[in-house]
């Protein structure tokens, strides 16, 4: 009989730990996915629109790409696309064959809008802009679907999105 009882002690303890981890909550961070083609709009003297794609989007937040001006097809200037994407805030650089270079640092807004300042090297300063959806909400229901869907999967099993941050009934 004690047996038995011990049996079911133990089965009722695992029991109580699987739901336990099952119903932990998890951080379901949107991940902005910036791959879609979008326009950066910026405006010194006038405003610039260039066509921004980007091909690479490293689970490190960097990505990498091209770009062309002006926007909606024959360039008169092609651009390379490098930059940075940590949770809202972007920076982005861009470099035209002929040695012009600029920054824009900004944020992206829930609408997956995006705007900031841009500066050039050529002592340039002003507002840039991207509309909204331009950058695009990803979220991940769990850590494994996040790995899966980045292309470095093991610099992405180091990271906590998706991961289980608090389970219920415990304090942080």
């Given at each position: ?32 996915n ?16 260039h ?5 690479i ?39 035209y ?69 608090q ?6």
């Open positions: 009989m004690n047996k038995i009882i011990s049996g079911l002690v133990v089965t009722a303890i695992i029991g109580l730990a699987f739901v336990g981890f099952a119903s932990a909550k998890v951080e379901r961070v949107p991940g902005w910036l791959t879609n083609p979008w326009v950066l709009s910026f405006n010194y003297g006038g405003f610039w629109n066509d921004i794609m980007i091909a989007q490293n689970a490190d937040g960097t990505f990498s790409g091209t770009g062309g001006y002006p926007a909606g097809g024959s360039y008169s200037v092609n651009e390379t696309i490098t930059g940075s994407l940590s949770g809202n805030a972007i920076t982005i650089n861009s470099s064959g002929n040695g012009y270079t600029y920054v824009a640092t900004g944020t992206i807004a829930p609408d997956g809008s995006m705007s900031g300042t841009l500066t050039t090297n050529a002592s340039q300063t002003g507002p840039w802009t991207a509309a909204a959806g331009s950058a695009q909400v990803q979220t991940y229901k769990n850590h494994g679907q996040y790995v899966s869907s980045q292309e470095d999967r093991q610099e992405a099993a180091h990271s906590r999105i998706g991961m289980p941050v389970s219920e009934g415990h304090d942080e």
